[in-house]
């Protein structure tokens, strides 16, 4: 009786110890990033930091403004999801509802398939593929743009859009879907008036999943969206705060670098944000 | 559990920080231009082969690598640019190594086989918006650069005067990926390391001097940089670092120069 006490003891301190370095581990990344950002912002000024239009920190005189980065990663998620949420979300209702176990066990494994991709093969094939495939549709000189980044995010999140909303429509009561039938309504009508409403918490979760992976990739987005500092326009070449983050960490010295951790401390803040926002809605929803 | 974070954290930094400075054992550190890093790693891979020291390379960016040498972390800094008048004054020494040549590249549909210092200046200004300007097909030019902290860009800015000047379509970061870029779109214009140019793209020549190993070591190729090895002046490197110096610039290291893609000077 008492070693099992013991053992049971012990396993609860493991697990405690565990929990804790999580912990421990998005405490240092904060404190790091509050640390090493704060500088900076303090000897641009947060004003000319955030609403700055210009970013050119390698010219004699430098410039630190990264609203740029900031309407481009706001942009570029937002298209993404406009794509792919719609697209993520009728496959699911297809996939969890009408599709027969066959397709859906075939579907599922492809779109499984399409999560463990490495975002550098999405930037490669975005690269050799679509940004020709934009300059030749359109009519413009190079098709590294925004919307080619839009287009390779959307694609990116509709795995886990698709993932979580399956789960969410598979979990609804039989019961609901019914009793629905029975009252005569056909198939559709139950699907979308009764099967999404009860998913919605778990399909909710699926698009703030996709907004978390839209807005911290960089690799992917860094080699299709031409990574230049301009203000976004649909077709012109852009920088995400990611792409500026990571496309200067490997030269940058002195206040450049300092920015740059100031960039990171910015989209950080940027996913807290978001992340509490929807949060915030979806509880507020269940009640 | 906080304290033990800290002390391992602590641990590994002080660990990472003594890792560059290493002179007491036979080894040699670099410390450098990431443009370097071919020609660097095979002189330092033929160095070891002969002495059995230890060769290190830290692939951090000139500036950084010229820091490194001031602060005394690594032996020989490296870097791709000539040293400024402010960092000699520090009392810095450079010696070339080598001299790299940026090949302009084009796509391969592309007819417009020269240009001169001057007209890729205006392109890249975005000054001659349009290939038919300079003898080639009607099209709008695009420019495709590197970030702001690469070497090779500062090399070719300074090289055609656009510093802060240049209006880039696309800021790569990476010779493959601007060569991959440009091999994509028959209007862009970009620029890489000579060393890594293929067959996918164009090298043009530059007021008719093709950019070729003759062309750029007797200097009638314009757009080339130094490969420099920086170290203090009037401090004595260590034996094994002396040694690595003097292979490096000896005549016995011109082939491996040479197939690292750069122009020995030695």
């Given at each position: 009786m008492k070693s099992n006490k013991v053992f049971e003891r012990a396993v609860h301190g493991i697990f405690l110890i565990l929990g804790l370095v999580t912990v421990a581990c998005v405490l240092l990344i904060t404190v790091y990033l509050v640390i090493s950002g704060i500088p900076a912002i303090l000897e641009i000024g947060l004003l000319d930091f955030l609403f700055g239009m210009i970013w050119d920190p390698a010219a004699s005189n430098p410039q630190y403004g990264i609203l740029p980065f900031i309407l481009s990663s706001i942009y570029g998620t937002v298209g993404s999801l406009v794509i792919g949420v719609p697209v993520g979300f009728f496959t699911a209702v297809y996939l969890s509802k009408k599709a027969s176990p066959k397709v859906k066990e075939w579907m599922g494994a492809a779109v499984s398939l399409l999560a463990g991709i490495p975002s550098v093969v999405y930037g490669l094939v975005g690269m050799m593929v679509l940004v020709p495939g934009i300059r030749e549709v359109f009519h413009?000189?190079?098709?590294?743009?925004l919307l080619a980044a839009m287009i390779v995010l959307a694609i990116m999140i509709l795995p886990s859009i698709i993932k979580v909303s399956i789960t969410a429509l598979d979990a609804v009561p039989k019961e609901y879907e019914d009793a629905s039938l029975a009252l005569g309504a056909t198939p559709e009508e139950t699907w979308f008036r009764v099967s999404v409403p009860a998913a919605k918490s778990g399909i909710a979760t699926a698009v703030v999943l996709g907004v978390g992976r839209a807005i911290g990739e960089a690799m992917a987005v860094m080699m299709v969206s031409g990574?230049?500092?301009?203000?976004?326009?649909?077709?012109e070449s852009v920088r995400f705060l990611t792409t500026a983050v990571s496309s200067g960490m490997g030269y940058a010295d002195g206040l450049y670098r300092e920015a740059l951790f100031s960039i990171a401390l910015v989209l950080f803040l940027f996913i807290m944000l978001i992340n509490a926002t929807l949060n915030f809605f979806l509880k507020g929803e269940k009640k | 559990m906080k304290k033990l974070i800290c002390m391992i954290l602590t641990l590994a930094m002080a660990l990472s920080l003594t890792a560059c400075g290493g002179t007491e054992t036979a080894s040699v550190s670099t410390d450098g231009s990431t443009s370097m890093q071919k020609v660097i790693n095979a002189l330092g891979e033929a160095f070891m082969e002969d002495t059995g020291a230890n060769f290190t390379y830290n692939a951090t960016g000139s500036g950084t690598g010229i820091k490194a040498v001031k602060d005394g972390t690594c032996d020989i800094g490296l870097s791709s640019r000539y040293l400024k008048d402010s960092e000699k004054a520090e009392g810095l020494k450079e010696t070339i190594l080598a001299i790299d040549g940026i090949a302009i590249i084009v796509h391969?549909?592309?007819?417009?086989?020269d240009l001169t210092l001057q007209q890729i200046s205006a392109i890249f200004k975005g000054e001659i918006p349009n290939w038919s300007e300079v003898g080639g097909k009607d099209g709008e030019i695009v420019c495709i650069g590197r970030e702001e902290s690469s070497g090779t860009r500062d090399g070719f800015e300074s090289i055609t005067d656009t510093e802060d000047a240049c209006v880039y379509r696309q800021e790569l970061t990476s010779n493959g990926a601007v060569l991959t870029a440009v091999a994509e779109n028959p209007n862009a214009i970009g620029y890489v390391s000579l060393s890594s140019v293929k067959d996918t793209v164009n090298a043009i020549s530059v007021s008719g001097v093709a950019p070729s190993e003759a062309t750029i070591k007797d200097g009638s190729y314009a757009v080339q940089r130094p490969f420099v090895l920086v170290t203090k002046e009037g401090v004595a490197l260590s034996e094994t670092a002396q040694a690595f110096f003097d292979f490096a610039t000896s005549p016995a290291a011109n082939e491996i120069i040479r197939a690292a893609g750069v122009v020995p000077v030695n």
């Open positions: 413009l000189p190079d098709g590294a743009s990574n230049v500092a301009n203000m976004p326009k649909l077709f | 391969t549909d592309n007819s417009v086989a």
